[in-house]
């Protein structure tokens, strides 16, 4: 497994913005990208492979693209051409967006205009079968802040197929009893760390911020600290789920037992090995 089989959410910054050093704050692109769209086949940061950033300003108005593919996947090209298509339809869904935007919102209203969009894809493991990816997605829309979510990719080498990491287990439900009481005790855990204070004996709320979450309300990922097998789960709870948007993200991870590789699916149970 990588030295961190989770990314660190970025917190888009919650004040209006005029300036594009204000709008990369919100989205978490560079302010230092070229004005027009830009894909170097050369690494743009150590790790990748390509990097398209992309902005725009009307009327006082701006918008900021990023999207990043890392190294390994680049050396794919079948998994290249998916990403590169997924690239190439979010930018064009956000110009359009951006357009309706425009054309719709107050023209005094800045944020109401402004858009951001950064997706980064990141190796979680790299092991001989297949190819572990996570992405951070932030995006900002208008408002206070922006969102932003963690997908999951693993390309499968011989079937040269993705699937998310979860489609690797029989169910979020199996993942989920597999894991067990560790998995609402490490949450409750982390909850006392970020709040200072014991968690409430209360059950449940409105919002589901005191009560033990979900796995299928969470983004999973498969790492592999060997690099011959999958050896850890990461369970990601995002914004509003397992609390409050300014407590961030709960990363928790796990590491691959006999109970965990009983929820795998049998044709992907090569893949996997209970950790040592």
Not at 17 to 44: H, L, N
Not at 142 to 159: F, I, P, T
Request: proline share 7%.
């Amino acid at each position: 497994m990588r030295a961190h089989l989770f990314l660190i959410p970025l917190l888009l910054s919650s004040a209006a913005c005029s300036s594009q050093e204000d709008m990369a704050r919100k989205t978490g692109v560079s302010p230092q990208a070229s004005a027009s769209a830009r894909a170097s086949a050369a690494p743009a940061l150590e790790g990748e492979a390509m990097r398209l950033e992309d902005k725009d300003s009307r009327d006082g108005a701006e918008r900021t693209f990023g999207y990043a593919i890392p190294a390994a996947a680049g050396a794919i090209p079948q998994l290249t051409e998916r990403l590169i298509a997924e690239r190439d339809k979010a930018l064009a869904d956000q110009k359009a967006e951006w357009a309706t935007a425009l054309r719709d919102e107050p023209a005094d209203c800045v944020p109401c205009r402004a858009r951001g969009f950064v997706k980064e894809w990141k190796v979680v493991a790299d092991t001989p079968g297949f190819l572990s990816l996570s992405a951070m997605v932030s995006t900002y829309t208008g408002g206070a802040h922006g969102m932003y979510n963690l997908e999951s990719l693993v390309w499968d080498r011989k079937a040269a197929r993705a699937t998310p990491a979860i489609a690797m287990f029989q169910s979020a439900d199996a993942l989920e009893q597999a894991l067990g009481p560790r998995l609402c005790r490490a949450l409750d855990a982390e909850r006392v760390k970020r709040r200072g204070e014991p968690m409430p004996r209360e059950t449940g709320d409105d919002y589901g911020f005191n009560s033990c979450q979900k796995v299928k309300d969470a983004t999973v990922l498969v790492g592999s600290a060997s690099g011959k097998a999958f050896d850890r789960v990461g369970i990601w709870f995002g914004p509003y789920v397992a609390g409050p948007y300014a407590e961030g993200a709960y990363e928790l991870n796990f590491p691959v037992d006999a109970a965990v590789l009983k929820a795998v699916k049998p044709e992907f149970a090569p893949a996997f090995a209970a950790r040592p």
